[in-house]
């Protein structure tokens, strides 16, 4: 795909795909948007405010609708259950786009990624610094299929989802750690990862929670008790000066472009195979 030697196929041609937003979103929605175009199909994007899922209609009628006119539905909820009810309740594939539990399509592109840079393998210490969020569920469930060596760091209440951390375990497929110390997780680390520290902002514990997450800031002192060629890594958007310094953001180690540039090239696998398998 990222060769563009599938895109002759043209696997969407003369075909639509329905994208579901409850969420903003830039690169999730452009990357899908010019994947769909590039091959062949036309994107239908649909805002909450438009369709008034779970509110003016049911979810599950939507699905039903879309799978009369869609070959595909891409979905960013805010709950993972709409997602589940989704794919549930349509007879086309549902591809989920990002909830508040996983985030799929942005950990593959990220294990893309570092397989293009030699560094996807059992013996590449990967530690994800920061919020126990989708991502770090995302990079557990990967945990479950590649063989890895994963490290998450994160405050005490603040960890994974404690289902998929115990099947991450039990499948042991990876050597899976979950530690409560950056300065600790990080050294000898070939790859770090953080995250957004917490989606939802404006409450009242904002401060007490920025508070508890401020030593979990992956900035230039951090990443010195890593290795010296350690990559970075974001999923994008960040918040510079929370999660993660612009120094260390902007500087040569960071590798979130090459995450973003790959969600594209990722997505459109994802689709096609779905369509191939059909």
């Not at 289902?163 to 409560?180: C, D, F, K, P």
């Amino acid at each position: 795909m990222k060769a563009g030697e599938m895109d002759a196929q043209r696997m969407l041609a003369n075909k639509a795909v329905a994208l579901i937003f409850e969420k903003e979103s830039l690169r999730t929605r452009v990357s899908f948007e010019v994947g769909i175009a590039q091959l062949g199909g036309h994107p239908i994007f649909l805002e909450q405010e438009t369709i008034g899922m779970a509110t003016r209609e049911s979810v599950h009628d939507i699905a039903q609708v879309l799978s009369q006119y869609a070959v595909l539905i891409v979905a960013r909820t805010f709950k993972h259950q709409t997602c589940i009810q989704l794919g549930e309740s349509a007879s086309i594939p549902v591809i989920n786009a990002m909830t508040d539990v996983l985030h799929p399509c942005q950990v593959l592109a990220d294990a893309l990624t570092l397989q293009e840079m030699g560094k996807f393998s059992p013996e590449t210490k990967i530690v994800f610094v920061g919020d126990g969020n989708n991502m770090a569920n995302s990079w557990l469930e990967m945990a479950q299929k590649f063989p890895l060596d994963l490290t998450v760091c994160c405050p005490a209440g603040y960890e994974p989802h404690p289902e998929i951390l115990e099947q991450a375990r039990s499948s042991r497929v990876s050597n899976v750690r979950v530690v409560q110390d950056p300065n600790v997780a990080v050294q000898g680390a070939d790859v770090v990862y953080t995250d957004v520290w917490f989606q939802v902002r404006g409450g009242p514990d904002d401060t007490r929670r920025l508070n508890i997450f401020r030593h979990y800031q992956v900035n230039k002192q951090l990443m010195s008790r890593a290795n010296r060629d350690c990559l970075v890594m974001h999923r994008l958007p960040a918040n510079r000066g929370e999660e993660i310094s612009s120094e260390v953001l902007d500087g040569k180690q960071s590798i979130a472009l090459f995450q973003a540039q790959n969600r594209l090239h990722v997505q459109k696998g994802i689709m096609s195979y779905l369509l191939a398998s059909r």
